[in-house]
Structures are given as C-alpha cells and as structure tokens.
C-alpha cells in the first residue's frame, strides 16, 4: 500500500429506500377504501373506474391505441405472449441479460427460452439474434430492455421484419424512456411495463401491457380475467372483437385492482419530471466514475432516450477472483453493489445459468464474460446530488485499495 492513508469513506442511507406516494395518490386511495369500491369491475352506473381511466391515460401518453392494467409486469409479459399467439412447445427469443420473472413468463406459456447473447454495453447482440432466429426457427422475440438499456431500436425491428419475427417488449425498466423520440414498448407488437416499487412508478405491484392490435388486446382483457365485463373499459377494441374470442380465452384472473392504479395516476403525471431527476443523478455518478480506473461505463447512444434510475459499470483489467472482495469492501462501506456474476441466485439477482427448469443447457460465453464483471445498484431518489458524490467517491476508493494494491500503486500518489 502506498503511505498516504486516506480516510475510509462510509454511506450511511438506505439502497432501497423510495419517496412518498404523491399526497394526490394517498387522498384518491382513501376516498377508495371509504367507498368500498376496490375491485375494477365495482362501479356505479356510468361511473369510469380508476384502473379504466390508467389505462386510457397511460395508453395518452405513450402514443399506443390500448393499455390494459394488471397484476404485475411478469404477468403482463405472460398474457401477451399468449396473446400474440405463442403455443406451449413455441420458441422464443429472449436476451440472457434479463430479470427472472422474463425466462418465468415464457415458461408459464408452456414456451421454450433460446436466449441471444449481450454486448459489452449490456444490450442483446442482434447479430447473435440473427443467427440464433435462423439456428432455433423461433417466431417470437421478447426483448428485455434490462436495467433500462435500449438497443438500436430501428435494427430489431428490421432484423424481426425479415425473418417474420413477433416482437414484445419488457419495458419493466425502462417506464418513460424513449429510442429515437418514440416510447419503449410500441416497437413491436406488445410492451409491458411495470409499476412495481423498485421500477419508476410505486404502486407495490402492478403491470401494463400496451398494443395497437384489437385482436391481442381484446384476448390480454379476456385472459386478464374480465368476468365479460369488458364492456367497461375505455381503451378497447370495437365489442364484435371480444366476440370472436369470448368463449376460447380462459380467465386467469390478473387484475389490477383500483386502490393500485389510484396510487399510479399522479405519479404518471409527475414522472417526466422524475425521470429529470433520476438523468442528473446517474450524470453525475457516471461522469465522476468513467474518468477513473478500473471503471467502464457505455456511452448512452445519442437516440436513447434512457432514465438512469440504476447505474451499471464494468471492471476493467482486474481479476475475477477480485470482484467478489471488491463488492463485500463497498457493501462494508455502505454501499451495496449488486452482482449478476455471482454463481447462486441471490435477491432479485440471478442469472440464465441458474434458471434449471429451462432443460435446454445455453451457452453463452459473451455474457458470461459481461457478467462476470458487471457491477449494479439502484439510484433511488432519496439520494440527494451530495450522496451521489459520496457514493462515487467510495467506490473510486475502493477500487483503489482493493485493486491497486498489485501492480498499480502509483495510482494510489
Ligand atoms: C422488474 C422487472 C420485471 C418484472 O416486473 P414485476 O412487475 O415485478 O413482475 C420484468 N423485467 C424486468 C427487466 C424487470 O426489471
């Protein structure tokens, strides 16, 4: 070690601590609970329920003919993939790079996951899609704009034009981010969002699924378990759709429920602004880490219009076997680093390797190698600018101590 002895840094708050529920959202779920009126289908005559009126906003906002509300994104990625058509014994592609819940939908549709391999930028390597769409014969692609990385949009498109490939979107990450001006999640054929408390609106739990196709929005009602009240929502096809498939689509009863859309509503009006907020955060934090070693952070392309609500940074020219004391020494310090290297399935972290019940054993070499070094945490916006900073300065410092104790004490001067 070099001779200076620099002051340890600590963080002190909480990773995943979120803001308030917006006052407006709290009243609105009050006034609910007074009325007794939770459940999407309780309505008095003529009265729009709240999940109704999400829906039509929501669908307002992206730009998208349909929305539909429900239980969670995972089961919003479900109900489209079988609507859009995938059959149990389907194929379907899907970036490895992804939370557990993805691989877990294509499975509830009694589909099989072929998985494309990322980048070092994280996103999936579409010249991998290519070869492994022609490889697998697989007609769907499910891709996953995991931890809110967006993939040239225009190219996957055209890649799933030439080969007649249905595209559906996970957008869980990626609420109000937009590729080229246009919103993630109407790309494709279907996009699915979430507004579980750790994504970019908080309501718990809870999904919206987007489309402009009246056949797959009338089947994701009727699966979403619309007791054939379908009559009431807003954002719908025209009522002779329903009746084409009425009697052949199970319920699987996954509504949203009203207390969850009261609770989203404000803060879809607020989340521009949010999104502002979270972009001046990860500017910061990923400006004072790029400058510095050990640290790789892609370049956001010019047309990615992401909301950097979690920052993800690769360690450079260091060893595997580092990695591992590098997290522990930053989670001593306070701050906790999430790591999809890891070998077991830990928190919400786990990857494609550890996914058992896909029989089909991938290989995925390129992905690994990300993985293996790829270092993520949340940035929640109860994080001042000034704890940003902190944070940044810890694990500079870290860094240094862990790694530049081999070969690079001149780093340290
Ligand atoms: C959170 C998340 C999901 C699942 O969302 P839930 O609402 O928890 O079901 C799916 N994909 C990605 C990339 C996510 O981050």
């Not at 790309?187 to 809870?206: L, P, R, V």
Request: glycine letters at 8%.
């Amino acid at each position: 070690m070099s001779e200076t002895t620099n002051k340890k840094l600590i963080f002190t708050k909480e990773f995943t601590r979120q803001e308030p529920i917006p006052e407006a959202g709290i009243q609105r779920a009050v006034a609910l609970m007074q009325s007794g009126r939770l459940h999407r289908y309780n309505t008095a005559d003529h009265e729009i329920s709240e999940v109704s009126l999400l829906e039509k906003e929501y669908a307002d906002y992206i730009g998208s003919d349909y929305c539909l509300g429900m239980s969670s994104c995972g089961s919003t990625i479900y109900v489209a993939l079988k609507s859009v058509g995938v059959l149990p014994g389907d194929k379907v592609l899907c970036n490895a790079f992804t939370l557990a819940p993805v691989p877990g939908a294509i499975e509830n549709a009694g589909a099989t996951p072929v998985f494309v391999e990322i980048t070092k930028d994280y996103v999936a390597d579409l010249d991998d899609l290519e070869q492994k769409a022609s490889q697998s014969g697989a007609r769907f692609f499910l891709l996953s704009h995991m931890r809110g990385h967006i993939v040239d949009m225009e190219r996957v498109v055209d890649v799933c034009d030439r080969l007649g490939i249905v595209l559906v979107e996970d957008c869980a990450h990626t609420v109000g981010c937009r590729w080229n001006g246009r919103f993630t999640g109407t790309f494709g054929k279907a996009g699915c969002f979430s507004s579980q408390t750790y994504k970019h609106m908080n309501s718990g739990e809870g999904g919206l699924l987007v489309t402009d196709d009246d056949d797959v929005i009338a089947k994701a009602i009727l699966y979403s378990g619309s007791y054939m009240f379908y009559e009431r929502h807003i954002s719908k096809p025209p009522l002779e759709v329903f009746e084409r498939h009425k009697k052949k689509v199970p319920n699987f009863s996954l509504r949203m429920s009203n207390l969850v859309a009261a609770l989203i509503r404000p803060q879809l009006s607020d989340l521009d602004r949010q999104c502002k907020r979270w972009n001046r955060r990860y500017t910061l934090l990923a400006s004072e880490l790029s400058g510095a070693p050990y640290f790789y952070i892609p370049k956001r392309p010019d047309k990615e219009g992401f909301v950097g609500s979690s920052l993800q940074f690769t360690l450079t020219g260091v060893d595997f076997s580092d990695v591992e004391i590098f997290l522990d020494t930053c989670a001593d310090r306070g701050v906790e680093i999430k790591w999809f290297g890891a070998r077991e399935p830990v928190g919400f972290t786990s990857s494609w390797e550890s996914w058992q019940y896909i029989e089909d054993r991938q290989e995925l070499p390129n992905t690994r190698n990300t993985l293996d070094f790829m270092c993520d945490f949340r940035i929640p916006l109860t994080f001042s600018m000034e704890d940003c900073s902190v944070i940044a300065a810890v694990v500079k410092q870290v860094a240094l101590e862990i790694f530049g104790t081999k070969d690079n004490n001149h780093l340290l001067s």
